[in-house]
């Protein structure tokens, strides 16, 4: 993490920072709102951790009070959304089944992983983080800002009942299927096995049901058949991880048969079966891989897909995977889909907007709007161009990336140092982790 001032400084802003108690106003950029038009010259105002302004130049007003930041010749967009990573080392299931649907990879995340401060030098605000996808269905997900903190409490997103919001992650295909202890082997039994949880689980729902709240006539608590529950209720969006357009199908019809909302991710095939992610009404969730290697069932990955799902009418997002592809590069994945024939519109709106929705934060997070979170990045250039680079990271009005600071531009560029966590010891020390 960042050094032990650093990490206090932060903490220490976000209650008592000027930055948070007077109006910040960012002028003279060009503002992608992703929500509306381009802004050539335009103006940003935040204040108290939310947007409370955003429009052209001499028709936005400016509070008196406003502290103001020239950024004329730079360009303002949200925070990027990753909609999959697996920062900060956490862990699904172990070998004991192939379906963990109550372990919470919450519980295993390390806040202080330098993966945060990657993905801060990238532009991202808020992510997924999974546990892994080697079950058929690994735990649940957690969803983060990252934001600088001590613990896994400080960064996570609550809901206004303060419960920590998440998915649950499935997966199917060859990541799954093993040969030994309790996983299946084979494709079609993996499909078995998962229809197998869920009826348990419909059942388990209907006996909750029948009880009408009689703690005598409740069935013995049951957490993962909870979490299921959830998910048929549609309170929480399963992520689920497939490759092959037969596999794609499967989990569609998955979904179908039990009437749970997914979101289908890395879609290797996806521009196989687009017309039918989107006749589904799945968001799609792609990883973009430029280099050769890697599982068999991804041999057909095209950088074609988001075009075609585009075409085919499907919500289409990005991911990094990390450390799949690097979160300091996740603007790239936007520009190889525009090079393979996607929009650039709906290329950008795949790395904020598209994601929040995945993630039901849209009402929070993925555009630059009034009233939500102020979140935002400042680029030295068009987000799409290899020569651009994240000058700053905002989140909720604080800024946790400056490039211009060397201890972040470390971050950014790589080298000695970067990849080290840290320890902060309540008298203000640190030292190397190891």
């Not at 792609?286 to 050769?292: K, L, N, R, T, V």
């Not at 991804?298 to 085919?312: I, M, N, Q, V, Y």
């Not at 929705?357 to 939500?372: A, P, W």
Request: charged share 25%; with cysteine; aromatic share 6%.
């Amino acid at each position: 993490m960042r050094s032990a001032f650093a990490v206090t400084f932060a903490l220490l802003c976000a209650a008592v920072c000027p930055a948070q108690e007077r109006p910040q106003a960012y002028t003279g950029a060009q503002i992608i709102t992703i929500s509306g038009p381009v802004i050539p010259d335009g103006v940003l105002v935040v204040h108290r951790g939310k947007i409370v302004a955003v429009g052209p130049a001499g028709s936005t007003p400016i509070p008196s009070d406003a502290q103001r930041h020239d950024v004329s010749g730079k360009v303002v967009m949200p925070g990027l959304v990753d909609s999959h990573s697996h920062i900060g080392g956490g862990s699904g299931g172990d070998s004991t089944a192939a379906l963990h649907p109550d372990v919470r990879v919450f519980d295993s995340i390390n806040a202080r992983d330098t993966g945060f401060q990657r993905a801060q030098a990238g532009g991202i605000t808020t992510a997924n983080v999974m546990p892994g996808s080697g079950h058929l269905l690994s735990g649940q997900t957690i969803y983060l800002k990252y934001k600088d903190g001590k613990t896994i409490d400080d960064i996570v997103i609550k809901d206004a009942r303060g419960n920590y919001l998440g998915g649950l992650k499935m997966a199917n295909g060859t990541n799954s299927i093993r040969t030994t202890g309790p996983f299946p082997g084979t494709r079609s039994k993996s499909a078995a096995l998962a229809r197998e949880l869920f009826l348990k689980a419909q059942d388990y729902r209907e006996k909750v049901r029948r009880a009408g709240g009689d703690r005598e006539k409740m069935p013995p608590r049951d957490l993962a058949l909870e979490t299921l529950v959830e998910v048929l209720d549609g309170k929480r969006t399963v992520h689920f991880h497939t490759h092959r357009h037969n596999d794609i199908m499967t989990a569609i019809r998955i979904a179908q048969e039990f009437g749970f909302r997914p979101v289908l991710h890395h879609v290797s095939d996806g521009w196989i079966v687009a017309e039918e992610i989107a006749k589904a009404g799945f968001p799609a969730s792609i990883i973009m891989i430029d280099s050769p290697g890697g599982k068999i069932e991804a041999l057909d990955a095209s950088f074609k897909t988001g075009a075609a799902l585009e075409r085919a009418g499907a919500l289409v997002g990005f991911h990094t995977d990390d450390y799949i592809t690097d979160s300091r590069l996740f603007l790239r994945s936007a520009g190889l889909a525009v090079r393979a024939g996607m929009s650039r519109e709906k290329a950008l709106y795949g790395v904020t907007m598209a994601n929040a929705r995945m993630l039901n934060l849209q009402d929070r997070i993925g555009s630059l709007e009034k009233g939500k979170d102020a979140d935002f990045i400042i680029l030295s250039g068009d987000p799409l161009s290899v020569y651009t680079h994240v000058l700053e990271t905002h989140i909720e009005g604080v800024k946790v990336f400056d490039r211009s600071n060397p201890e972040d531009r470390l971050y950014a560029t790589g080298g000695y140092g970067a990849a080290k966590d840290q320890v902060v010891h309540l008298h203000g020390e640190e030292e190397d982790n190891r």
